[in-house]
């Protein structure tokens, strides 16, 4: 015998749907989230200054001016091509959505620049970091669906 129920199957069955049509949605703002976006976008930040890699989990190819790569060797005692001088490149990345993608760009000056030099690929996630996104944005998402689902 029956006591309570949350809802009918019927009711359940309208909030799956709803669900399904908002499930993007959702996403985007659990991505958009301010703290949730800056754990993601520092997953790239790392990629790039502490690994010297790009989303591909390929090497950066070394600075093209010994000079310059000389002066980055005396500031942190490795080679490594990193991006990072002032900060002001990685300061500025931010993450954009279009429908169920997200990808990540930067409003400083030398972005186009950079793209031309290195490839588009240091902008976006390794396959590891992408996992880590998703641990990152999961307990937003969760909680929104819960919400959406009123469970």
């Keep these: 015998m029956l006591y309570s129920y949350m809802c009918t199957i019927k009711e359940m069955r309208e909030r ?8 993007i949605d959702l996403a985007a703002e659990s991505i958009q989230n301010i703290d ?15 690994d010297g890699i790009d989303s591909k989990s390929k090497k950066l190819h070394t600075y093209r001016s010994n000079h310059y ?5 005396e500031i942190r005692s490795r080679e490594i091509t ?5 900060g002001q490149f990685q300061r500025n ?6 429908g169920s ?3 990540f760009s930067s409003t400083d000056y ?15 996630l390794t396959e590891q970091n992408k996992i880590n996104a ?10 929104k669906i819960r919400i959406k689902l009123q469970l």
């Design 16 to 23: 799956l749907r709803s669900l399904s049509e908002s499930l």
């Design 36 to 50: 949730v976006e800056e754990d993601i976008i520092d997953l790239n930040r790392s990629q790039l200054y502490e």
């Design 69 to 73: 790569r000389d002066y980055k060797y």
């Design 82 to 86: 990193d991006l990072f001088l002032t």
């Design 93 to 98: 990345f931010y993450i954009k959505i279009d």
């Design 101 to 103: 993608e997200y990808g």
């Design 110 to 124: 030398k972005t186009q620049k950079l793209i031309d030099n290195y490839g588009e690929n240091i902008f976006g």
């Design 134 to 143: 998703h641990y990152i944005f999961r307990p937003i998402l969760l909680e």
